[in-house]
């Protein structure tokens, strides 16, 4: 069997940050240009899809095009990939129907406007964990937040601890008891926007929280360095340049 990992990236990803990528030994594959909504994010691959394991719910619209892909290197035979009921739209939001969270033990995001395929996959999953193991202390946790862009908010650095400038989002992961160093605003690139997100500007890669541009750059940076490595992890910098969101990315 084929174990080659890829990573689904923004499309417009900068060159430095692929090259240091795929000296990881991972391939990539662009994401899909979705036309209806902002153009910053049009390319951001946690606007059209939502990873959980091995099943990857991604937007009908952009359904057609991910299947494609994945069926050219061999992928859609190792996961289950799932339509959405939801199409995207310009106007929040309708735009975040994909944009959740899940740090492997939490699935975090906004509720109210996640895609249903995705809500009742993960209510049934839940159910099916209690039933058939009630002393299981992972079994996954649905966190309901008011940010909508959760995904874009949070850099994941284990099951238990994140990353997030959100201090709505910081109070909620809290009451769990999940690890939450919270960090300054802005600081990060979003094309036409303002500023990005941590979340969308970094990605977990194995032992490594990889940052797609100079993390030391970030007025931040001790307390993150602190932060990611009391975990056990390693920092990485994908180029040279400020940092820029492009909505995390997503490994196969």
């Known amino acids: 069997m084929d174990n ?33 909504v902002y153009e910053a994010i049009n390319g951001h691959v946690d606007i059209n899809i ?44 309708k735009d975040i129907a994909y944009n959740m969270c899940f740090t492997g033990r939490y699935a975090i995001g906004s ?26 202390n992972n079994e996954i946790e649905i966190i309901d937040i008011n940010q909508g ?16 400038s959100d201090k ?19 600081n990060i690139d979003l094309f036409d926007f303002d500023y990005g997100f941590i979340g969308g500007a970094s990605a977990s890669i194995d032992d490594r929280v990889c940052f797609f541009g100079d993390i030391i750059k970030h007025p931040d940076y001790s307390s993150i360095k602190e932060f990611v490595e009391s975990k056990n992890k390693k920092i990485l910098s994908l180029s040279n340049q400020k940092l820029i969101d492009y909505g995390g990315l997503i490994i196969i």
Not at 149 to 164: M, R
């Open 4 to 36: 080659t990992q890829y990573a689904i990236i923004d499309y417009r990803m900068d060159l430095e940050c692929r090259k240091n990528i795929e000296k990881l030994g991972i391939r990539l594959i662009n994401s899909y240009k979705n036309e209806n």
């Open 50 to 93: 939502f990873q959980l394991g091995k099943n990857v719910f991604v937007s009908p619209e952009s359904y057609e095009y991910y299947r494609e892909e994945f069926m050219k290197v061999g992928l859609i035979d190792r996961i289950n990939l799932l339509k959405g009921r939801k199409k995207l739209d310009r106007k929040y939001p």
């Open 111 to 136: 509720l109210e406007n996640i895609d249903i395929t995705i809500l009742n996959f993960l209510e049934e999953t839940v159910k099916f964990s209690k039933v058939n193991d009630k002393k299981n």
């Open 149 to 164: 862009y959760a995904n874009c908010s949070i850099c994941q650095i284990d099951e238990n601890s994140v990353i997030t």
């Open 168 to 186: 709505g989002i910081s109070k909620e992961l809290k009451k769990k008891n999940i690890d939450v160093l919270e960090i300054s605003q802005g």
